[in-house]
């Protein structure tokens, strides 16, 4: 008989934790979060002094923004502060430790704890802070808001190689991971669902004990083999998911009256500010040349692709990992699980 990974409830799957674990979140914004274990870990406060590791923390009411509303996250290691402005809130007052990360070091970082490699040398962030050390990672928290940082970061060992200068980045791995997918079988073999995928694959394979929330388990042998993304030898426990709000955290739909962007109609482009950007993305878009790939984050180089030439080819990549963006969607036509660097 082939032992099943199944376990019955949110409960159940996040037993063993006990309060001051590391614990790697799945997830790009709201796309792709465990969305049903996060709330499981709200209704037990005593789980608490937790060091997370996720590109982000969710909104003020979703998401780790749970966690971080009930101070059961201790350190925050992340790439992005986003749209979470009690994460900003207790960073600057002292009240959470934050560790910023170059998005893609940081999915470096944990895919080289998965694969068994203690370090790796990277050349972005050389010649920055990042290699010199002395980002504030913790304020006090008498001395004012953002005025006296009491933890910092340490410097990067850098070396040489072929003439340019690399440092040195440690892989991350965790006591816990949970990941959210689409499908499992009770062996444990996952399938994610298009930009769900993002953080959830490296991190599954970071963790000492990876639980997966699902929105369907099915047979085993009904997966085929290369059509699995997490092979069930990283995964220790798998739960379906009890309900699924799947929220879009920033919602943008064509409805054919135009979009609220500079460059598209229907843009407000009266105020200052406004004004400012459409300059600075003007001025981005002309380094575009024809052919090129192009990764755009999320904020003002989305909108770059609004001033690309007539004529002009440009394959448009999302820093999520979505190659070859189309058009916004019609109202309706939106889906949680494929989203841009825009949400």
């Not at 509303?69 to 207790?90: D, P, W």
């Not at 440690?170 to 689409?182: C, P, Y």
């Not at 970071?206 to 069930?232: F, M, S, Y």
Request: aromatic share 6%; with cysteine.
């Amino acid at each position: 008989a082939q032992a099943s990974k199944l376990v019955n409830s949110t409960a159940e799957a996040i037993q063993g934790f006990k309060g001051g674990e590391k614990v790697l979140v799945g997830g790009f914004g709201l796309c792709g979060i465990p969305e049903n274990l996060i709330a499981e870990l709200q209704k037990n406060p005593h789980i608490k002094d937790l060091t997370v590791v996720s590109n982000n923390a969710g909104v003020d009411d979703f998401g780790l923004g749970l966690l971080l509303k009930t101070k059961q996250i201790k350190r925050m290691i992340s790439s992005y502060v986003g749209e979470n402005a009690e994460f900003e809130r207790q960073y600057l007052h002292g009240e959470l430790e934050v560790e910023l990360i170059p998005q893609g070091t940081l999915a470096e970082r944990v895919r080289a704890g998965g694969a068994g490699i203690p370090a790796f040398f990277t050349a972005t962030a050389v010649g920055t802070q990042v290699q010199t050390g002395g980002i504030p990672i913790k304020y006090s928290a008498t001395a004012g808001k953002g005025k006296q940082p009491i933890i910092v970061s340490n410097p990067r060992e850098v070396r040489t190689f072929g003439g340019k200068d690399y440092i040195m980045e440690e892989a991350i791995t965790g006591d816990f991971s949970l990941v959210k997918a689409w499908k499992a079988d009770a062996l444990g073999n996952l399938v994610f669902k298009n930009t769900a995928c993002n953080f959830n694959a490296p991190m599954a394979k970071a963790g000492r004990i990876t639980i997966a929330e699902v929105e369907e388990i099915v047979p085993i042998g009904t997966l085929k083999p290369d059509e699995i993304h997490v092979q069930g030898a990283y995964v220790d426990r798998v739960v379906k998911g009890e309900r699924y709000e799947k929220r879009i955290e920033r919602l943008t739909v064509n409805d054919g009256k135009g979009l609220n962007v500079p460059g598209k109609r229907g843009a407000n482009l009266s105020d200052e500010g406004t004004q400012r950007r459409e300059r600075i993305v003007r001025r981005a878009a002309r380094e575009f040349k024809d052919g090129m790939y192009a990764n755009l984050g999320i904020g003002m180089p989305m909108l770059a692709s609004n001033y690309i030439p007539e004529g002009m080819t440009v394959h448009l990549q999302s820093e999520n990992g979505i190659l070859g963006m189309g058009p916004f969607p019609k109202p309706g036509g939106q889906d949680a699980d494929l989203i841009n660097a825009g949400k």
